[in-house]
């Protein structure tokens, strides 16, 4: 295992690396929370990955943070409020040069687990991949995406890219990774709470056009302002487009939300209100819905962070 993998959290986009990893032969381990689930993954076949209706289940050996094997390789797969705490109880396994991926969506979490670690070497990644859970231990890839990895040094791709290439799990190189993560994130502040808030499948917000048109023309001042014209270029041709391509799905928060899950606002719509603020850059439409979506989930009794 000195140049293998270690997936921490078997949820939908652990379990799609995990088992494309394993299924090209690559070694891999998964990282489980605790004995409760180790013992629970151990009494299954392995992890399944359910792709174009097929399924298919792979022995992933398993282990929990008290493993004593060093780790070289990390991929963090846990959502963006597990990541920091979930690092920080293995963070004692990692090796002097240890790589660490991180998976998470929006922005915030990221910099919390690299500022933890000075001495590995933190990937951050911006997928749009698309997976979710159909049973305990098992995910369906349901969408095609890319997944754009860099670090916040700007420094050269690692040499182990070809073992993505070899697993077909489709990587991009970027030397602006927090363009990348910003514009996911104007995305999702710009259509994610408004599918909330009106209870509305992606598509149902082009009878919301106003809204959005005004949400996009703050999130790109306060891209401008933060320093990422780049991540402000188009959005609102592009939040358009993707509401006309995912017209009939529901968001991610919506479906979070519908199913009593915790959602990423924090990282989302929590780190654009809290960046407008430390910047002094206007933003009354996004604090506002801020506001509209924290009462919304703490009406739901969901964690408004
Ligand atoms: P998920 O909830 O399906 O999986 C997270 C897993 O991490 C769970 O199994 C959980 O038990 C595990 N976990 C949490 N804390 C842990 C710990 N301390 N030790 C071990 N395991 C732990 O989440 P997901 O959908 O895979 O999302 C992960 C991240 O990827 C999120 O930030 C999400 O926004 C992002 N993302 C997801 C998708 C998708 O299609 N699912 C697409 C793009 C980005
Ligand atoms: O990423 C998304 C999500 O639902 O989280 C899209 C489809 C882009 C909507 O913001």
């Not at 259509?191 to 703050?218: D, F, K, M, W, Y």
Request: proline share 4%; with cysteine.
């Amino acid at each position: 295992m000195a140049d293998g993998w270690h997936v921490l959290g078997a949820g939908s986009l652990g379990t799609l690396w995990a088992t494309r990893l394993a299924r090209a032969g690559l070694p891999v381990r998964l990282i489980l929370r605790d004995e409760t689930r180790l013992s629970a993954y151990n009494a299954q076949a392995g992890l399944t990955l359910n792709e174009h209706g097929q399924r298919q289940t792979f022995a992933i050996p398993a282990q929990t943070v008290s493993a004593d094997q060093p780790i070289q390789r990390l991929l963090v797969a846990c959502k963006a409020y597990d990541a920091e705490g979930a690092v920080a109880a293995i963070a004692h396994r990692l090796t002097d040069k240890a790589d660490v991926l991180l998976l998470q969506n929006g922005l915030g979490s990221q910099d919390a687990v690299a500022a933890m670690l000075p001495a590995a070497r933190c990937i951050f990644v911006s997928s749009t991949e698309g997976a979710y859970r159909d049973e305990d231990w098992s995910a369906v890839f349901a969408g095609q995406g890319a997944n754009w990895l860099g670090d916040a040094q700007r420094g050269a791709a690692p040499s182990w890219l070809d073992a993505l290439q070899q697993a077909g799990i489709p990587h991009q190189w970027t030397a602006d990774i927090r363009q990348r993560l910003w514009r996911k994130l104007a995305l999702n502040c710009a259509i994610n709470p408004l599918t909330v808030l009106h209870q509305c499948r992606n598509g149902e917000l082009s009878a919301h056009a106003e809204e959005v048109t005004a949400l996009c023309a703050e999130l790109g001042a306060l891209l401008r302002r933060a320093g990422q014209p780049g991540a402000a270029e188009g959005l609102l041709e592009q939040v358009q487009q993707v509401i006309a391509a995912t017209a009939a799905n529901y968001s991610s928060m919506y479906q979070d939300v519908a199913q009593g899950r915790r959602t990423e606002i924090r990282y989302l719509l929590g780190h654009a209100c809290a960046t407008a603020t430390a910047l002094d850059c206007p933003v009354p439409r996004l604090n506002q819905l801020r506001l509209r979506l924290i009462e919304h989930l703490s009406a739901r009794g969901l964690p408004c962070d």
